[in-house]
């Protein structure tokens, strides 16, 4: 199975928002509404951030977002914050009945 | 409020297998998925494979051949066996709850495979 495809960065400055895209296939992110987001600060384990495409864990600043059109999944962050940076990952359920993870993007606040 | 501790074998020489035990601490272990992630040293993350508390399995197929992840619900623990590593198994492997949502992370144990 191919790693969801991710840039590998993305920049933004405080109180800017931002986008991080998914492009999976129509035999993952495409086919199914199973698609989360992780956070990853260095040396940490992954945090959720967004799961079933859209919806936020309990605890999760409500400026972070997740939607999906076609094939492509995204990740919005609004209000930028320093404390955002960090790389994210996206997630998708797979026809397989396995689990594929996107590249990383590595989204630096100016 | 769960959480999970796990804990295994740092370094390992080529042809060896990896194990490591992650448990459970603070809730029910039942009617959940369990699983494990790894990541390569300044890489991305990669799914190995998630079980079901019955004791039902899912792998990588890239990890297939040589994964196996069992359960022990009488100890709240399940765990990683890996055979035949290499280096490219050098990594931080995570244990995690969920598949649908991965709330709860283990904190990571580096494994670092070497002659």
């Known amino acids: 199975q191919s790693a969801l495809t991710q840039p590998a960065s993305v920049s933004g400055s405080p109180g800017q928002s931002i986008t991080i895209s998914c492009t999976g296939t129509?035999?993952?992110?495409?086919?199914?509404?199973?698609v989360s987001w992780y956070q990853q600060h260095p040396g940490k384990a992954p945090k959720l951030m967004i799961y079933?495409?859209?919806y936020r864990p309990s605890g999760v600043s409500n400026r972070f977002s997740g939607s999906k059109s076609g094939n492509t999944a995204s990740l919005t962050i609004s209000g930028l914050q320093a404390e955002d940076e960090a790389d994210y990952y996206c997630?998708?359920?797979?026809?397989?009945?396995?689990?594929?993870f996107g590249g990383g993007t590595k989204l630096t606040v100016l | 409020q769960v959480h999970l501790q796990q804990w295994g074998a740092g370094l390992l020489k080529p042809s060896e297998t990896l194990s490591l035990t992650c448990a459970v601490y603070?809730?029910?272990?039942?009617?959940?998925?369990w699983g494990w992630i790894r990541q390569p040293p300044g890489k991305g993350l990669e799914w190995i494979g998630d079980?079901?508390?019955?004791?039902?399995?899912y792998y990588n197929p890239s990890l297939k051949s040589r994964v196996t992840i069992s359960v022990d619900p009488s100890k709240n623990q399940f765990s990683l066996k890996l055979g035949s590593v290499t280096a490219a198994d050098t990594a931080v492997y995570y244990c995690?709850?969920?598949?649908?949502?991965?709330?709860?992370w283990g904190q990571g144990t580096l494994v670092t495979v070497s002659s």
């Open positions: 129509s035999s993952d992110v495409g086919g199914y509404n199973y």
């Open positions: 079980i079901w508390q019955s004791g039902r399995t």
């Open positions: 995690a709850r969920g598949q649908y949502r991965r709330d709860i």
């Open positions: 997630s998708s359920y797979t026809s397989s009945t396995t689990w594929v």
């Open positions: 079933d495409v859209t």
């Open positions: 603070g809730g029910s272990f039942g009617d959940s998925y």
